[in-house]
């Protein structure tokens, strides 16, 4: 069998067959294939697939409106309500506030660019974790190690919670001390917590509640900030203009770069969520934003006072509207309105942040992992939640408040800006290294050179101390949130080390990606299995009634040359032929396509295949009912394996079917099969398949009392059964099959089954869709 480069190999790669003196420890789960074989309903979690232009197995179901929608309102957030004050008193002048923020979205079309490219190049889920881990290959587990503890230690909502304390006690006219500040913002934090780890469903309903409330809020904005700036001189009552003009513009600039540098991370903060989407909709609401946060400003400095701006923190919003609609609206509902915004997006991100947390600690990257990424006890992410909630306490709580939410979007942006500058790096590697990989956009070189420059110098800030001194507002050190930022990445170096070197060496084992199912039954690849007792009814002597069009499924007689199945090159020299032909035969398809296999040939004890590898490939039979692709998935693996000819073969129908053989005569657990037609789409569950640089999708199958099942006893090597995967034609025939494994009372003593699955893209090229 041919040896995987290492560059090529999953990311937690099988180590070799470990000597009799070691032993070996999983790290995270895995679909369990092995680095030559897929198996049912998985992809190849192979580096090196990320080149290959394929469609999202996802579908691209999203209409360029809807796209726009969404990155526009993810973009828009509590920044345009918060950090304009800060900026405006940090930099002195409101010239250099309003050229930042001009700045800032250049700056941000630069990164948008290329994270095009690198979204165009490696079309797949995961941004910049999966731009860095194709980038930055060695050493193993590094890139992904550093994005696992960023998102942790970093993945916090304090922020928000921050906003939310200070526009609640705005509104209610409360001059809060420094406690009763942070604790409304824990409070906040805390009964969030609750919610989503306690009542799941009822946590999504308010977050979905308070989201149209932002929404709200963001066109009322858009509206009063044109009212304002069209219409202000015409209010009686109010000056003309609060607006600088002439040399005022730029009075009192501090030119300072460290001071410019922590100014330009919040009008980041304020930019963030473009990368959503990768394609023209991001540049859209990219320009869209700086127009509105240009306008917003304009608007901030013609209704309030720029002494105002100053002193308001964070609550120029709040400050904006009082002045604007008067002490009942402006003073009270309107930052209200805002406060609850602020507790939308804690909800939002906290609910994702523990779903991210969840994942990173079933990969194996958390310390009591299996404990960590359970839906124990109420069916919600309750350890990610709570990896979620201490890093954010702690951030809420231990600086002076006075100047907390500055410093939370310092230390966030600092160890960002380091990543922006790798993937930068990476991106100008890559053009050297693989010219060979396909670039349907490609980023301007200005953009890129601008954006490591700005990246370095950014990085250097640091060592720039502002001019009256050096400690700010609240009595923090001007660098600490350069400080914190690379001890968290010193951290993640170290936790690296200490996780896949120190302990391994110490302990003697070997880092393995092996499949583990939780007490909840919860696994990287499938969702919690429900039995349920059902008829499944023998073919055997009736095998000819049931048809791949008619059923789902086909028994046929057909005798190997091959019969052992022991070597891989010598099953794709001999089999596939075999397969190719027999496919031929039975559905007149003009072309075959076999893009993988599986064996199952599994021990009666798994702990004696004392090899990682051998391990791996010993697979049993899959005893949960499933689609080995869905739809979208389906479609997205012709151009995955045949991209020069995609647009041609897609216009004929498309079939994926699985040759399914027995090795030896079947004694225990037999494959089941279900009448395609006794099951209706809306019993199909999407599960999705979240690997460290990919995203696929299987069906699995809700229990229906309708859905008739089928076997043949003791099915022999002379036989395959055709299973349909997927069906383009929608002509009302069978388009898929759902097929489990099942266990038959008193066959357990038995000789285990063994098996060869052969899945095949089928094309009949003159036929039709419909």
Same mark, same amino acid.
């Given at each position: 069998?041919?040896?995987?480069?290492?560059?090529?190999?999953?990311?937690?790669?099988?180590?070799?067959?470990?000597?009799?003196?070691?032993?070996?420890?999983?790290?995270?789960?895995?679909?369990?294939?092995?680095?030559?074989?897929?198996?049912?309903?998985?992809?190849?979690?192979?580096?090196?697939?990320?080149?290959?232009?394929?469609?999202?197995?996802?579908?691209?179901?999203?209409?360029?409106?809807?796209?726009?929608?969404?990155?526009?309102?993810?973009?828009?957030?509590?920044?345009?309500?918060?950090?304009?004050?800060?900026?405006?008193?940090?930099?002195?002048?409101?010239?250099?506030?309003?050229?930042?923020?001009?700045?800032?979205?250049?700056?941000?079309?630069?990164?948008?660019?290329?994270?095009?490219?690198?979204?165009?190049?490696?079309?797949?889920?995961?941004?910049?974790?999966?731009?860095?881990?194709?980038?930055?290959?060695?050493?193993?587990?590094?890139?992904?190690?550093?994005?696992?503890?960023?998102?942790?230690?970093?993945?916090?909502?304090?922020?928000?919670?921050?906003?939310?304390?200070?526009?609640?006690?705005?509104?209610?006219?409360?001059?809060?001390?420094?406690?009763?500040?942070?604790?409304?913002?824990?409070?906040?934090?805390?009964?969030?917590?609750?919610?989503?780890?306690?009542?799941?469903?009822?946590?999504?309903?308010?977050?979905?509640?308070?989201?149209?409330?932002?929404?709200?809020?963001?066109?009322?904005?858009?509206?009063?900030?044109?009212?304002?700036?069209?219409?202000?001189?015409?209010?009686?009552?109010?000056?003309?203009?609060?607006?600088?003009?002439?040399?005022?513009?730029?009075?009192?600039?501090?030119?300072?770069?460290?001071?410019?540098?922590?100014?330009?991370?919040?009008?980041?903060?304020?930019?963030?969520?473009?990368?959503?989407?990768?394609?023209?909709?991001?540049?859209?609401?990219?320009?869209?934003?700086?127009?509105?946060?240009?306008?917003?400003?304009?608007?901030?400095?013609?209704?309030?006072?720029?002494?105002?701006?100053?002193?308001?923190?964070? &609550?120029?919003? +709040? $400050?904006?509207?009082?002045?604007? !609609?008067? @002490?009942?609206? /402006? *003073?009270?509902?309107?930052?209200?309105?805002?406060?609850?915004?602020?507790?939308?997006?804690?909800?939002?991100?906290?609910?994702?942040?523990?779903?991210?947390?969840?994942?990173?600690?079933?990969?194996?990257?958390?310390?009591?992992?299996?404990?960590?990424?359970?839906?124990?006890?109420?069916?919600?992410?309750?350890?990610?939640?709570?990896?979620?909630?201490?890093?954010?306490?702690?951030?809420?709580?231990?600086?002076?408040?006075?100047?907390?939410?500055?410093?939370?979007?310092?230390?966030?942006?600092?160890?960002?800006?380091?990543?922006?500058?790798?993937?930068?790096?990476?991106?100008?590697?890559?053009?050297?290294?693989?010219?060979?990989?396909?670039?349907?956009?490609?980023?301007?070189?200005?953009?890129?050179?601008?954006?490591?420059? &700005?990246?370095? +110098? $950014?990085?250097?800030?640091?060592? !720039?101390? @502002?001019?009256? /001194? *050096?400690?700010?507002?609240?009595?923090?050190?001007?660098?600490?949130?350069?400080?914190?930022?690379?001890?968290?990445?010193?951290?993640?170096?170290?936790?690296?080390?200490?996780?896949?070197?120190?302990?391994?060496?110490?302990?003697?084992?070997?880092?393995?990606?092996?499949?583990?199912?939780?007490?909840?039954?919860?696994?990287?690849?499938?969702?919690?299995?429900?039995?349920?007792?059902?008829?499944?009814?023998?073919?055997?002597?009736?095998?000819?009634?049931?048809?791949?069009?008619?059923?789902?499924?086909?028994?046929?007689?057909?005798?190997?040359?091959?019969?052992?199945?022991?070597?891989?090159?010598?099953?794709?020299?001999?089999?596939?032929?075999?397969?190719?032909?027999?496919?031929?035969?039975?559905?007149?398809?003009?072309?075959?396509?076999?893009?993988?296999?599986?064996?199952?040939?599994?021990?009666?004890?798994?702990?004696?295949?004392?090899?990682?590898?051998?391990?791996?490939?010993?697979?049993?039979?899959?005893?949960?009912?499933?689609?080995?692709?869905?739809?979208?998935?389906?479609?997205?693996?012709?151009?995955?394996?045949?991209?020069?000819?995609?647009?041609?073969?897609?216009?004929?129908?498309?079939?994926?079917?699985?040759?399914?053989?027995?090795?030896?005569?079947?004694?225990?657990?037999?494959?089941?099969?279900?009448?395609?037609?006794?099951?209706?789409?809306?019993?199909?569950?999407?599960?999705?398949?979240?690997?460290?640089?990919?995203?696929?999708?299987?069906?699995?199958?809700?229990?229906?009392?309708?859905?008739?099942?089928?076997?043949?006893?003791?099915?022999?090597?002379?036989?395959?059964?055709?299973?349909?995967?997927?069906?383009?034609?929608?002509?009302?025939?069978?388009?898929?099959?759902?097929?489990?494994?099942?266990?038959?009372?008193?066959?357990?003593?038995?000789?285990?089954?063994?098996?060869?699955?052969?899945?095949?893209?089928?094309?009949?090229?003159?036929?039709?869709?419909?």
């Amino acid at each position: 069998m041919s040896a995987v480069p290492d560059d090529q190999r999953p990311l937690l790669s099988r180590s070799p067959s470990p000597s009799p003196t070691s032993s070996s420890k999983t790290a995270y789960g895995t679909d369990e294939e092995s680095n030559d074989t897929v198996a049912v309903g998985e992809v190849s979690r192979s580096v090196e697939d990320d080149v290959l232009p394929e469609t999202s197995t996802l579908g691209r179901n999203i209409s360029w409106s809807s796209a726009y929608i969404l990155v526009i309102s993810r973009v828009i957030g509590s920044g345009i309500f918060a950090t304009p004050g800060a900026i405006v008193r940090s930099v002195g002048s409101v010239g250099l506030s309003l050229s930042l923020w001009i700045v800032g979205a250049i700056i941000a079309a630069c990164g948008l660019a290329i994270s095009l490219e690198y979204g165009s190049m490696l079309p797949r889920s995961g941004g910049e974790k999966v731009y860095l881990e194709f980038t930055y290959r060695r050493p193993r587990f590094l890139a992904s190690t550093l994005v696992a503890v960023q998102a942790v230690l970093l993945g916090f909502t304090a922020s928000n919670c921050i906003i939310f304390s200070q526009y609640v006690l705005f509104a209610f006219d409360i001059e809060g001390s420094d406690l009763i500040r942070k604790s409304l913002a824990v409070g906040l934090l805390t009964a969030i917590t609750i919610i989503h780890g306690c009542f799941l469903k009822t946590g999504i309903h308010i977050q979905n509640f308070l989201g149209w409330i932002k929404v709200g809020l963001v066109v009322f904005m858009i509206f009063a900030g044109l009212f304002v700036v069209t219409f202000r001189s015409h209010i009686s009552g109010h000056p003309a203009s609060n607006f600088p003009t002439g040399k005022d513009l730029w009075k009192d600039t501090d030119w300072s770069w460290g001071i410019i540098s922590t100014s330009l991370f919040k009008v980041f903060y304020s930019y963030a969520g473009l990368n959503n989407v990768n394609n023209s909709v991001s540049v859209s609401a990219l320009v869209t934003a700086c127009i509105l946060y240009v306008l917003v400003n304009i608007a901030y400095f013609i209704v309030v006072p720029l002494d105002e701006i100053r002193d308001s923190g964070e &609550l120029i919003a +709040a $400050l904006f509207f009082e002045r604007s !609609f008067g @002490p009942n609206v /402006g *003073k009270r509902i309107l930052p209200l309105a805002v406060a609850l915004s602020g507790a939308g997006n804690v909800m939002v991100v906290t609910f994702a942040l523990a779903r991210l947390n969840q994942e990173i600690a079933r990969q194996g990257f958390l310390p009591f992992s299996k404990i960590l990424s359970s839906n124990k006890p109420f069916g919600a992410p309750m350890g990610g939640l709570i990896v979620h909630y201490i890093p954010s306490l702690l951030v809420i709580t231990l600086p002076p408040s006075g100047d907390v939410y500055s410093f939370i979007l310092e230390v966030e942006g600092y160890p960002g800006t380091i990543y922006g500058l790798a993937v930068s790096i990476g991106l100008l590697w890559l053009r050297y290294k693989r010219p060979d990989l396909k670039r349907p956009f490609k980023a301007w070189i200005v953009a890129v050179i601008l954006r490591i420059a &700005l990246g370095l +110098a $950014l990085l250097a800030a640091p060592f !720039f101390p @502002p001019r009256d /001194g *050096k400690e700010r507002q609240g009595g923090i050190w001007y660098a600490t949130y350069a400080v914190v930022g690379i001890s968290i990445i010193i951290f993640g170096l170290l936790y690296w080390y200490v996780w896949t070197k120190l302990i391994p060496r110490w302990k003697g084992y070997t880092l393995e990606e092996e499949t583990s199912v939780l007490e909840d039954g919860t696994t990287t690849y499938s969702r919690p299995a429900e039995p349920h007792l059902v008829t499944v009814r023998d073919v055997s002597g009736r095998e000819h009634e049931y048809t791949l069009d008619g059923n789902g499924f086909q028994f046929h007689k057909h005798v190997s040359i091959e019969k052992d199945f022991l070597d891989d090159d010598q099953i794709k020299a001999q089999y596939y032929p075999e397969v190719e032909q027999l496919l031929k035969d039975v559905t007149g398809a003009t072309r075959i396509f076999i893009f993988d296999h599986t064996i199952r040939r599994q021990p009666k004890d798994i702990s004696l295949a004392d090899a990682a590898e051998t391990r791996a490939r010993l697979r049993g039979p899959v005893q949960r009912v499933h689609i080995d692709q869905s739809y979208s998935a389906s479609l997205s693996r012709v151009p995955h394996h045949l991209p020069d000819e995609a647009e041609h073969l897609l216009r004929g129908r498309v079939e994926i079917i699985n040759v399914w053989r027995p090795i030896k005569t079947v004694q225990r657990d037999p494959l089941a099969v279900a009448d395609a037609h006794s099951v209706r789409d809306e019993s199909l569950v999407v599960t999705e398949l979240i690997y460290p640089n990919r995203r696929g999708e299987t069906y699995a199958v809700r229990y229906d009392g309708g859905h008739r099942w089928f076997y043949k006893h003791g099915l022999t090597p002379e036989e395959v059964l055709l299973i349909k995967c997927f069906d383009s034609k929608k002509d009302g025939r069978a388009r898929r099959v759902p097929h489990t494994a099942f266990e038959v009372e008193g066959t357990e003593g038995r000789e285990g089954r063994e098996s060869i699955e052969v899945r095949c893209l089928v094309f009949h090229e003159g036929d039709t869709l419909e």
